[in-house]
């Protein structure tokens, strides 16, 4: 009975050393990172702010504000578990074991995050630029080390991750200051044509948004089935595109029969011979 007590004692003394030697940084180290994370919160939203009002491409801030505050988080908890007294020699190689696993693991992931560096510095778009990628249409909403958000026109958030899109094709379409607005009009067989293109001139001069310069044009493109099809060609604004583009489409069609113009529509001529 006494040797249990004995060996009871000796356990609690061993405890009792250990609570008394390591519960000291083991408070401290949770105090450390429980302030750690409060100072961390304020730098990265300072560091936000102070990059919001430079004169720093907006495009970088999401991405700089996830680094700094990823950045500021390792050296915390770096910090704390030298102060528990975690051997950090033992501790890095841990870290670089599990580093290799994890980066097998989320090779997809690490795709992403290259790709946005990729893009935040090659800057193929920013923010408020209207692009095509991916198969979606839309204006670029924010740009984050992961991923790509779009805002499209009917107001759907999408979601692009970074590694696809840095290397696949893309169409920016607020690049260029100017943009052609392509259309093709046909007319019915018989039409007279220089009424065609006093019509359609007509319209282009009544659309102070259509510029002089580069100067328009109008062209026969096609002798199709049942209309005679024409291309025209005008150059704008982008900002300007889809205006004048439904402008011109409402134009022609109320506007052709002042003209002696008609729209066709596909037909077909059906002869019946009698034997």
Same mark, same amino acid.
């Given at each position: ?43 990265? /939203? ?74 935040? %510095? ?21 740009? =984050? ?25 893309? %169409? ?6 100017? *943009? *052609? ?27 102070? *948004? ?29 900002? =300007? ?7 011109? =489409?409402? /134009? ?21 011979? /009698?034997?």
């Amino acid at each position: 009975m006494d040797q249990q007590v004995l060996v009871v004692n000796n356990y609690l003394e061993k405890i009792t050393n250990f609570g008394l030697e390591y519960a000291p940084k083991l408070l401290g180290g949770l105090l450390v990172l429980f302030i750690g994370l409060w100072v961390t919160k304020l730098v990265t /939203k300072a560091v936000g702010k102070s990059l919001t009002k430079s004169s720093i491409d907006q495009s970088l801030v999401p991405f700089l504000k996830s680094l700094t505050n990823i950045i500021l988080k390792a050296l915390l908890i770096i910090t704390v578990m030298g102060m528990i007294g975690i051997e950090m020699t033992s501790f890095v190689a841990i870290i670089g074991a599990a580093g290799l696993a994890v980066g097998l693991a989320l090779s997809g992931t690490l795709q992403n995050f290259a790709g946005g560096v990729i893009i935040l %510095i090659l800057k193929p778009f920013k923010i408020g630029d209207f692009v095509e990628a991916q198969g979606f249409l839309g204006t670029v909403k924010e740009i =984050n080390i992961f991923s790509t958000l779009l805002n499209t026109p009917d107001k759907k958030l999408v979601i692009i991750p970074n590694g696809p899109l840095s290397t696949g094709a893309l %169409i920016n379409y607020s690049a260029e200051p100017l *943009r *052609r607005v392509d259309w093709t009009f046909g007319i019915a067989y018989g039409d007279d044509v220089e009424n065609f293109k006093k019509a359609i001139n007509q319209f282009i001069s009544e659309d102070d *948004r259509i510029l002089k310069d580069p100067a328009g044009f109008i062209g026969l493109s096609e002798l199709a089935d049942s209309s005679v099809n024409f291309a025209v060609r005008v150059w704008v604004d982008s900002a =300007n595109y889809w205006g004048v583009f439904f402008d011109m =489409n409402e /134009k022609v069609y109320t506007k052709f029969p002042d003209y002696d113009l008609n729209i066709p529509f596909p037909q077909m001529d059906v002869h019946v011979q /009698k034997q």
